[in-house]
Every structure is written in structure tokens, then in C-alpha cells.
């Protein structure tokens, strides 16, 4: 441990020079007005960067954080110690997502994925590019185009980029991950809840318009990490989200997407669209969408119906050589980060459609699952996107009593 901060401090003072930034702050809170030191270099002397500290602030706690402002250090973005970690409690635990901390280029998620290759069943985890820094953000087509998601850390990235530039970049990320079809994650918004019961006004407002912006999820850090109230504040951003969801435009986001989109559309694409514009067009309360990967589900909720899709994970055998196993689960976890997908992992017994009176459908299964989740009620129509041989099918059927 001793040799690895020895390591990164001699690669610190290689680095900076007078006049760079430097900021020393609560992990998760750097960045933050009263709970960072923000340093300024006046010069480096040997072992020694002799800093002006620019203003005053309160360190607490157990866990500090470096970042140094727009300062390319050569450092691995997946550590030894990262890997160690992956390779233990991550096999164990069979993780279903890998947060990328400093992405800076997509060979950063391609080594971090061929790492994953090679234990087993973590080679179906899910990468998610965490863009912290400028050097992120100049590579960001590469990394989206490389990753399985995006987090855009603004604390880090609030450090980086001027503040009057921050909102900029996080509609233009979003953007690009919605036309992609990619999560986009949004972090530090309501860091005001750490020792307070409600957000400010602005705080509530930049929840709300990450959800209008697109994004599919929100992630909370020193709120929930050493907070007075975590419990209070999931509530309130989850009450937040919802309420901004039902003024979402959808009509006009799906036309954006299918103009983006272009043509002619791949058949995936085009199945996908016209699933959701025939759900909008018939009123339906849900999309019910039969699939083994998880990939065309998450080619409908790109459109972003307004109706929930309900991902039915079709479970497929495999074999190592040495025992047999279903497939399924990791994909059916990993749509929970969609958003608007709902996913549930079908039995292998049951066939996707009824071969007779008495074999229970997967479809039927779906329906009851909606009925009981209270999204599906008699007479309500469902559109159902489903493969039947080599053909992709969307159907509507109506329910009866």
C-alpha cells in the first residue's frame, strides 16, 4: 500500500505545475463549497508542491479524495488491488455491473472487459464508464460506443469544467446515450440532503430535469453514504422522478429518436419502433416483450414508451462441459437500470405461446403478472413483440374479463 501512494504521489509531482489546481475533499463530496480545500500551486520543490489555499473549508471524516484539475496522471484506471477485489467478492457475488472509475479512453473498458472475460460468469457483468474528467469527456463517442453505460460523475467533472459549462456537457452525454440506447447515469444532485431533511428548490429542479433530459437513472453518494436521513432521501428523489416522468414528452422524443435513427432502420430497430407506435396508437397499457438476451426490450424502452415494457427473459441452456445451466438472470437483473423496463425471468418449462388447452403460456404468465402488479386490468390492450421461427412479430391483443 505504502509503494502503490508512494507510486501515485511521485506521479502527482511529475505532473503538476505552478498555477494548476488541486482539490482535497470528503469521498463522494469533492468538489463540494464547504467541505473541499481548494489549492492553487505556487511552486514544486523536490518532494514538495508548495500550494495557496484559496479558501475555507471543514475536512471530516475518514475518507479523503486528490483531484488534480485537467492533469493527465499515467495511472491504470483498473488498479491491482481493483482487480483483486473484482476477482473475490465480485465472483462471489456475482456482480451484474462494473462502475469504471476515471475512463478515460475505451481501451480502458476494453482492458477492464477482458479482465472480466476470465472469471467466469462475470464476463456477462455490464460496464458501465464512469466520465469524471476532461480527457473522458474528449474521448466520450469512443467509451459509449465501447461500454454497456454512462455515469457522468459531476463532482468530479464540476472540478474540471468551468460551472457555467457543466450543464452543457451532461444534456449533450444524456443525449447521446438515449439515441444510443445506453443508461445514462446521473450523480451528485441533492448533496444538500447529507445533514438536511429536504433538498433545496434547486436541487428538487435538477432532479426533475435530469429525468426530462433523459436520463435513465439517478445515483446517490455522500447522501446515502454517511447521511443523516438516506432513507429520506431516496424517498424524495423517487418522488421527484415520478412526478417529472408524467410530463415527460414522449411524442416528441419519439420522433427525435426515429429521425436520428434514420433509414433504412436495422430489423431490430424497426421492430422496436413499431412496437412502441403501434402501443401509443392503440392506447395500451403495456408491452410485453419475449426476449434471451435483453436486447430488443432495451431497443423499446430506448423509444421511451409510455406505457411500462415488461422484458420477459427467456432463460436458454448451456453447458461448460462439465454441467448444464440456464442463462437468463444476469440479463433480467441487468434491465432494472433501464428505464421504463420491467423485467421477469420466464420458467424453461413453459413455451412461449400454448401448444394446448392445458400448457400454461409464458404470455399468460406475463399477463398474470401484470394484473397483479396493477398495470394490466380487463379489456386493457397489450402489444406483444415476440420472435415466432426466423420472423420477428408484434401483436395486440385485447383482454377479456
Given at each position: ?20 489546481t488541486i482539490f482535497v475533499g470528503q469521498y463522494l463530496f469533492t468538489g463540494s463549497e464547504t ?236 421492430i422496436a419502433s413499431s412496437a412502441v407506435r403501434a402501443a401509443i396508437k392503440v392506447k395500451a ?59 421477469m425471468l420466464a420458467d424453461p418449462r413453459h413455451p412461449a405461446e400454448s401448444t394446448s388447452a ?44
Amino acid at each position: 500500500m505504502i509503494s502503490s501512494l508512494n507510486q501515485t504521489f511521485n506521479l502527482v509531482l511529475q505532473a503538476v505545475k505552478k498555477g494548476d489546481t488541486i482539490f482535497v475533499g470528503q469521498y463522494l463530496f469533492t468538489g463540494s463549497e464547504t467541505t473541499s480545500v481548494w489549492l492553487e500551486v505556487s511552486e514544486v520543490k523536490g518532494d514538495d508542491v508548495v500550494c495557496m489555499i484559496k479558501n475555507s473549508a471543514t475536512l471530516a471524516g475518514s475518507l479523503f479524495t486528490l483531484h488534480v484539475s485537467q492533469i493527465h496522471i499515467d495511472l491504470p484506471t483498473l488498479s491491482d488491488k481493483d482487480k483483486e477485489v473484482i476477482s473475490t467478492w465480485g465472483v462471489k457475488n456475482k456482480i451484474d455491473f462494473l462502475s469504471l472509475s476515471y475512463t478515460r479512453h475505451a481501451e480502458d473498458v476494453r482492458q477492464a472487459r477482458d479482465h472480466l472475460s476470465k472469471l467466469g460468469d462475470l464476463q456477462q457483468t455490464q460496464i458501465f464508464a464512469k466520465i469524471e474528467n476532461v480527457e473522458g469527456l474528449n474521448h466520450f463517442d469512443e467509451i459509449l460506443q465501447e461500454a454497456d453505460g454512462i455515469i457522468l460523475s459531476r463532482g468530479n467533472l464540476g472540478i474540471d469544467l468551468p460551472p457555467e459549462k457543466v450543464f452543457l456537457f451532461q444534456k449533450a452525454a444524456v443525449y447521446k446515450c438515449n439515441m444510443a440506447g445506453k443508461p445514462a447515469v446521473i450523480t451528485r444532485v441533492v448533496d444538500s440532503m447529507t445533514d438536511n431533511l429536504r433538498p433545496t428548490r434547486a436541487e428538487a429542479t435538477d432532479v426533475a430535469n435530469a429525468v426530462l433530459d433523459g436520463s435513465d437513472a439517478i445515483l446517490l453518494g455522500a447522501e446515502t453514504l454517511r447521511g443523516l436521513y438516506p432513507v429520506e432521501t431516496i424517498s424524495i428523489v423517487g418522488k421527484i422522478c415520478a412526478e417529472a416522468e408524467k410530463v415527460f414528452n414522449q411524442d416528441l422524443y419519439f420522433k427525435k429518436t426515429v429521425k436520428y435513427v434514420g433509414e433504412p432502420m436495422t430489423h431490430l430497430e424497426s421492430i422496436a419502433s413499431s412496437a412502441v407506435r403501434a402501443a401509443i396508437k392503440v392506447k395500451a397499457s403495456v408491452i410485453i416483450c419475449f426476449t434471451s438476451s435483453g436486447r430488443a426490450a432495451r431497443l423499446i424502452a430506448k423509444y421511451r414508451p409510455t406505457m411500462p415494457v415488461l422484458s420477459v427473459v427467456i432463460p436458454r441452456l448451456k453447458t461448460n462441459q462439465l454441467k448444464w445451466s440456464f442463462s437468463g438472470a444476469f440479463e433480467a437483473r441487468q434491465s432494472l437500470i433501464v428505464r421504463g423496463l420491467f423485467p421477469m425471468l420466464a420458467d424453461p418449462r413453459h413455451p412461449a405461446e400454448s401448444t394446448s388447452a392445458t400448457n400454461e403460456s409464458v404470455l399468460k404468465v406475463a399477463l398474470d403478472h401484470g394484473k397483479a402488479s396493477g398495470v394490466i386490468k380487463s379489456h386493457d390492450r397489450v402489444v406483444v413483440c415476440q420472435k415466432v421461427g426466423d420472423a420477428s412479430v408484434v401483436k395486440i391483443i385485447e383482454l377479456e374479463d
